[in-house]
């Protein structure tokens, strides 16, 4: 047995499953998680003393690579002072102030701890705000474990919602409107018959949690549009791909301008963050301004926004989105020519520093159905050749994959030889 074979069996007596979050059992791939003992820029090394080239950055605030001494330095100096003091420092307001600089949507931003906090929070006061308590999510669309958010498609469009999980009381799932990613028309139809009952609706902009599927041209326009008619909020859940597709995210990437917009992962540069923000009339309808609750003991934490300050000041340096694209183009570009020349089907898709890898016939995938269509034995395979021969890929055929900056031309070369060997295996 190997040290991280050993410690998943002793991890399974004593925490669920293993883990402290169930995507890192490797229940998608198989196989035992490796232990991970220290990281950094682009490696991990596991608790046997392999090193991995990182693709998952820890499901995407490493994005300017693991342990970056700049950002280990600022939280090092600045954890001498205090590690909380619930009680507000001038740092948060420097935090805040940066956030809506780089978001322009954002008027009034508050911290959390976690992106299911943000999101969480950001539909609470979509409700308390509109005074209606229906929403709309996407199939497919992942938004943090909230209860109105773990609910996914009944078969058609107007059917109310069934919880994905045991927990979630279907008094609450009947709120939640589960539709199809990237279809406008149902979108128009649901508005049509109950637009007047809607609170919010809420998307990832770049869905990032069904692998990586950008929107289709007049998507997210239709979102903004029927929101507009109904007074409905629009929610963009940039908890992935804010800081990641471009520094101002999404929305900038598509021109497209939420209501309110959830953070987290980048933001914190590693350290527990997530926050949500937007329209400062909505904003001012949170507590102690306005009625709708909401709080954290250790939101705005000062490490955590030291961590996440210093990283806003890394990724704003001039190079650093076109260098983080440029390598992500270059990685699928040569990811692609070794899969084509063993006549394996695959495509890519990227959008900036994020991306995703399918086993498919199709030249592109723009819906949840198609993803499920994907050739789910072959990616299992290909991760675990890759992960034997030392490259870490997100362990679920429907995760999107992440570059950092740290990442050296050596080490996409080396990932792309690696893979040429993994394809002509499949
Ligand atoms: N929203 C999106 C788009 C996410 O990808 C995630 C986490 N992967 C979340 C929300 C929840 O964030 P957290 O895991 O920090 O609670």
Redesign the pocket.
């Known amino acids: 047995m190997t040290r991280s074979e050993t410690l998943f069996e002793q991890a399974k007596h004593s925490i669920p499953g293993g883990v402290n979050?169930p995507v890192r059992a490797f229940r998608s791939v198989g196989g035992s998680p490796r232990f991970i003992a220290r990281a950094q820029g682009a490696y991990m090394w596991d608790a046997d003393g392999n090193r991995l080239i990182d693709y998952v950055g820890s499901?995407?605030p490493m994005v300017a690579g693991h342990a970056h001494p700049e950002v280990v330095a600022a939280v090092q100096a600045a954890a001498v002072d205090g590690l909380s003091y619930g009680a507000p420092t001038e740092l948060e307001i420097t935090m805040a102030e940066r956030i809506c600089a780089i978001m322009p949507s954002i008027e009034m931003v508050r911290m959390t701890s976690?992106?299911?906090?943000?999101?969480m929070s950001a539909i609470r006061l979509a409700r308390g705000f509109t005074g209606r308590n229906f929403l709309v999510k996407f199939e497919g669309?992942?938004?943090?474990?909230g209860d109105s958010l773990l609910v996914k498609a009944g078969s058609g469009a107007l059917t109310f919602g069934q919880p994905s999980s045991p927990g979630v009381p279907a008094e609450l799932a009947q709120y939640t409107l589960t539709l199809d990613y990237n279809n406008s028309t149902q979108v128009r139809e649901v508005f049509a018959a109950r637009g007047h009952e809607i609170a919010c609706i809420i998307v990832?902009p770049v869905s990032?949690?069904m692998n990586c599927i950008p929107p289709v041209d007049g998507f997210l326009e239709t979102l903004r549009d029927v929101c507009d008619q109904s007074g409905a909020v629009l929610i963009f859940?940039?908890?992935?791909?804010g800081f990641r597709v471009a520094l101002g995210g999404a929305q900038q990437v598509y021109g497209v301008k939420p209501d309110i917009t959830?953070l987290?992962?980048i933001i914190g540069g590693g350290m527990?963050v997530?926050a949500f923000g937007g329209r400062r009339d909505i904003m001012e309808h949170l507590s102690p301004l306005g009625a709708v609750y909401q709080a954290g003991t250790l939101s705005g934490n000062p490490i955590a926004m030291t961590a996440g300050l210093k990283m806003l000041e890394i990724i704003s340096r001039d190079d650093f989105y076109p260098e983080l694209t440029s390598k992500t183009t270059y990685l699928l570009e040569g990811l692609q020519q070794v899969a084509d020349a063993a006549g394996v089907p695959f495509i890519t898709q990227q959008v900036g520093g994020m991306f995703g890898l399918f086993f498919t016939t199709e030249s592109r995938i723009d819906t949840y159905a198609q993803v499920t269509q994907c050739n789910i034995q072959q990616f299992n395979r290909f991760f675990h050749g890759m992960l034997d021969r030392g490259v870490y890929l997100a362990p679920s055929a429907y995760e999107a994959g992440f570059v950092s900056n740290a990442h050296t031309q050596a080490d996409l070369d080396e990932t792309i030889a690696i893979a040429k060997d993994v394809f002509a295996s499949l």
């Open positions: 979050s499901w995407g976690s992106g299911t906090e943000a999101t669309g992942y938004h943090g474990h990832e990032g949690n859940d940039e908890v992935m791909t959830t987290g992962k527990p997530g």
